[in-house]
């Protein structure tokens, strides 16, 4: 299973000498050209994304209109000839939420790279793991039973956060528990533990006795953007996303020693055991922010980082902001298709995830299996 490898395999000695020196400067060269361009289109694709997703919906607004509002309250300009009913839907609902799919798009992407690089193994990703169960539970107790009292106004977050980093806690240790840590068994055990945190958070619906509390952990728990609202919680998704993201990026090279290897790593003078901590606890908090915003959103880790190393190649250092790019579109993209497939019914937003990321899944383990066949 241990398949994950940041380069390609070196060419025999027969093979090496200055020619092959030149292709793979040259090879680099051409690697961070495509990145830079790929920088730039997805840039200008998340711009468009924005002013999509927002005019599109339920109530249709013109595109111009949707520019100008948020030229408005963004910039300072004039008002323009759109309505006050369009400017509310604008700039309190649809904006908020469209920051919101951006941000939490981005963080479980660029998560589930730095897993799979932490792992060394393609399959890994914070919903495999057992991370976003330990979230969830963590943020349904704090529902269903209250944690003000102990956290204040940051309850959901820090009940999250703690359930997230326990379920980390809990995934390394059983993997630990049998000897040396493989992939393969922080794999077994992060669906082991995720399935019992499952078992927990249905456990504590059960026990809290509250009917409207169950429905809301229920619909929570398979995604949702719609509680997307300027505020506090909104700035803490984003600050802690673009935290994880400039992290990762300046921490690529350490990245791509983690994912060759423990040795390759202490080879470099990096240190695996520490690196490997760092960046549980970074994911851990980074993935329990936003989950208490936006519930329990499967496969984005696992999908998303394929795509980007596809694109621009498995140096971490150019991966992680393509990453983050590619995870906020696609969340973005998928949350307008919840907003609008059965309107006015809203699906939630892990039920489409899933749709495309389990058979996303399922081809990756059938290459994986004709590779090693």
Same mark, same amino acid.
């Given at each position: ?26 090879? $680099? ?23 999509? =997703?927002?005019?599109?919906?339920? +109530? ?5 209109? +949707? ?14 000839? !759109? ?7 604008? !700039? ?81 240790? %059983? ?5 040396? +840590? ?7 055990? =992060? ?38 609202? !300027? ?7 984003? %600050? ?6 400039? +992290? ?42 936003? %989950? ?7 496969? $984005? ?10 694109? $621009? ?18 969340? %973005? ?41």
């Amino acid at each position: 299973m241990d398949t994950y490898s940041p380069s390609r395999a070196p060419r025999s000695p027969q093979t090496a000498g200055p020619p092959e020196s030149a292709r793979r400067i040259l090879g $680099v060269d051409r690697q961070r050209r495509r990145g830079r361009i790929w920088l730039t289109v997805l840039t200008i694709g998340l711009v468009l994304t924005a002013i999509a =997703g927002i005019a599109l919906g339920s +109530v249709g607004i013109a595109p111009q209109h +949707v520019a100008g509002i948020l030229g408005h309250h963004l910039f300072g300009l004039p008002v323009g000839s !759109w309505s006050p009913a369009d400017e509310a839907i604008v !700039w309190q609902v649809r904006t908020p939420r469209m920051a919101l799919g951006l941000c939490v798009g981005a963080g479980l992407a660029v998560c589930g790279m730095a897993l799979q690089a932490m792992v060394r193994n393609v399959l890994a990703d914070p919903y495999l793991l057992g991370v976003n169960s330990g979230a969830s539970s963590g943020a349904a107790a704090a529902i269903l039973f209250g944690a003000g009292a102990v956290l204040g106004e940051h309850a959901l977050q820090g009940s999250a956060f703690l359930g997230a980093l326990a379920a980390s806690l809990l995934v390394y240790a %059983v993997a630990r528990s049998g000897g040396r +840590v493989t992939s393969l068994r922080l794999l077994f055990a =992060g669906v082991a533990v995720g399935y019992a945190l499952y078992a927990l958070t249905s456990f504590l619906i059960f026990a809290s006795g509250s009917a409207e509390g169950a429905r809301s952990v229920m619909f929570w728990l398979l995604g949702s953007l719609s509680l997307a609202q !300027w505020g506090t919680p909104l700035l803490a998704v984003a %600050v802690v996303t673009l935290i994880t993201v400039v +992290v990762l990026t300046l921490h690529g090279g350490h990245l791509d020693a983690m994912a060759a290897g423990d040795e390759t790593a202490r080879t470099l003078g990096i240190s695996p055991e520490v690196l490997r901590t760092g960046l549980l606890l970074l994911v851990s908090l980074c993935i329990g922010v936003l %989950v208490s915003a936006s519930g329990s959103i499967g496969f $984005v880790g696992l999908v998303v980082p394929h795509l980007a190393r596809r694109i $621009v190649g498995s140096a971490h250092a150019r991966a992680v902001p393509i990453t983050a790019l590619l995870g906020g579109l696609l969340l %973005v993209w998928a949350d307008v298709a919840a907003r609008t497939a059965l309107a006015p019914q809203e699906i939630p937003i892990g039920i489409l995830t899933a749709l495309v990321g389990a058979p996303f899944l399922l081809i990756l383990i059938r290459r994986m299996q004709a590779t090693t066949a």
